[in-house]
């Protein structure tokens, strides 16, 4: 069976061979990204065969890479049998169109669904446009530089080494002093910025810095993968006008005079949702977005229809409606009602500090699209409000699913809960030809009562939840 071992900076550097053998224009297979994210998704590597595969947490589930190397083909099989007798899905992250379609072209990989989200695609530049940012369509970048030289004088720019340590150091503490109101992705971001300079020659990154009066101004990090020159990070102090700009083009300008081949692109990465970022990378004019999808293989999601409705006397169990944005936003952010349920919304990676009321509808319809879960809004007719929501998630390789509920708290203990739930579980096995399974923190006694009620009995305990399964009519799992 194959072995996932996690991440360490030595593990790295051992597969660095095959990551700079994938030609993919997505930023995570890079080892610069690598780095920096590990502690988020649990990045963890598996050689077999000569071939990479990676493995992350997304979603709160495990994906993988497609796989990089000698035998792509062979090692496909390997996943399939390692997500099965894991008890895990089968998910592919960061697909790039051309991989996307090596998976719908594959037999062994059907049932699949896919989906991507437009704040983690990467922008594609012409690495000739930023060398001289020719034409009126890059007037605005011009006059920024140009600003910079009247200011400041003629720029220089020059590769960083370990003697720039200190005046490394002294930078970021005078940009972190700029920044005291940036969102915690940010900050995770400039902490691991901090790390990267320091491993860059280990990971074979170039580091480059915009200098004013032997001050350093402005700095960037980044690889080069293939035709690409694959930007990491990039930072300037604000009092600096057209540093920016400045430090982007003369990096560019120092790689292409040092790399044995001049890259064709370059990838400044995605915007994370900041539409600051959005604004301004889109004034660089892109030639492309990657898009990275997210594909889950043999998802029993594919099996359900548009527009399903259950229902039972006064309980109706429908899709999620855009109407049931600000009922949605509610029942997620309820904190004490989900204290039961075990989600925090505050510590989901996926979720921003800046909460809209398409913050979780948004993520609702795009782990729908993707094949991860099928969620229904529970109400007491098809036309009433959303009472609540029940969720098939978790679509494990040997066929089990994992349901749950939640109901507004002004809906609870008038049997609502236990007949939606109910619902939910036959439709999961009557269509979806699915096992179900449940879980309930230790203190939710409600919870516990209504799973039993519905053919569960628990199977096993840990120190924050009781599991369970439902008996079959025959009295079997």
Not at 10 to 18: E, F, S
Not at 355 to 378: I, R
Request: overall charge negative; glycine content about 8%.
């Amino acid at each position: 069976m194959l072995q996932f071992e996690p991440f360490s900076e030595t593990l790295l550097i051992k597969v660095l061979p095959y990551i700079r053998q994938n030609r993919s224009l997505c930023s995570e297979f890079s080892a610069g990204y690598l780095y920096m994210w590990n502690r988020d998704t649990d990045v963890r590597f598996c050689q077999w065969n000569e071939t990479l595969s990676i493995s992350e947490i997304i979603g709160g589930q495990v994906a993988f890479s497609y796989p990089i190397g000698a035998d792509p083909g062979g090692m496909i099989d390997e996943l399939k049998a390692y997500a099965y007798q894991n008890r895990l899905p089968l998910r592919f992250f960061a697909a790039d169109e051309e991989t996307l379609e090596k998976i719908r072209g594959d037999e062994r990989l059907a049932q699949a669904m896919w989906a991507y989200e437009r704040r983690w695609s990467d922008y594609i530049y012409s690495a000739e446009d930023a060398l001289t940012f020719k034409g009126k369509r890059f007037s605005g970048q011009r006059n920024h530089i140009n600003r910079f030289r009247k200011l400041y004088g003629e720029p220089h720019i020059r590769f960083l080494t370990d003697d720039d340590r200190l005046i490394v150091a002294e930078f970021l503490e005078a940009y972190a002093e700029g920044h005291r109101d940036w969102r915690a992705l940010e900050k995770r971001e400039f902490e691991q910025t901090k790390k990267l300079f320091d491993v860059r020659g280990a990971l074979g990154l170039y580091a480059a810095g915009l200098f004013v009066d032997d001050k350093l101004a402005a700095f960037s990090i980044g690889e080069i993968s293939g035709d690409m020159l694959l930007i990491h990070t990039e930072k300037a102090l604000r009092k600096y006008e057209g540093a920016y700009p400045t430090i982007y083009s003369g990096f560019v300008r120092l790689i292409c005079g040092t790399a044995e081949r001049m890259p064709k692109y370059v990838n400044r990465e995605d915007d994370s949702g900041d539409e600051g970022l959005r604004t301004s990378k889109m004034q660089y004019h892109p030639t492309a977005l990657v898009h990275k999808y997210l594909v889950h293989v043999g998802t029993p999601a594919a099996k359900v229809t548009r527009g399903t409705v259950l229902a039972e006397k006064d309980i109706v169990l429908t899709e999620i409606r855009e109407s049931d944005k600000q009922a949605y936003l509610a029942l997620n952010t309820d904190l004490e009602n989900n204290r039961f349920w075990g989600y925090d919304y505050r510590e989901d990676p996926g979720v921003d500090e800046t909460l809209t009321e398409d913050t979780f509808y948004g993520s609702v319809l795009y782990d729908m699209q993707a094949g991860d879960s099928v969620n229904f809004a529970v109400r007491n007719s098809e036309d009433g409000p959303m009472i609540g929501e029940t969720i098939l998630w978790n679509f494990t390789s040997d066929g089990s699913a994992e349901i749950g509920c939640r109901l507004f708290p002004a809906f609870h203990g008038k049997g609502y809960g236990s007949r939606a739930f109910g619902l939910t579980a036959d439709y999961a096995e009557r269509t979806l030809n699915v096992r179900v399974t449940a879980r309930c923190v230790h203190e939710n006694i409600r919870s516990r009562r209504m799973i039993a009620a519905n053919g569960f009995v628990p199977v096993r305990r840990d120190d924050t939840y009781e599991y369970f399964e439902r008996r079959t009519a025959a009295g079997n799992f």
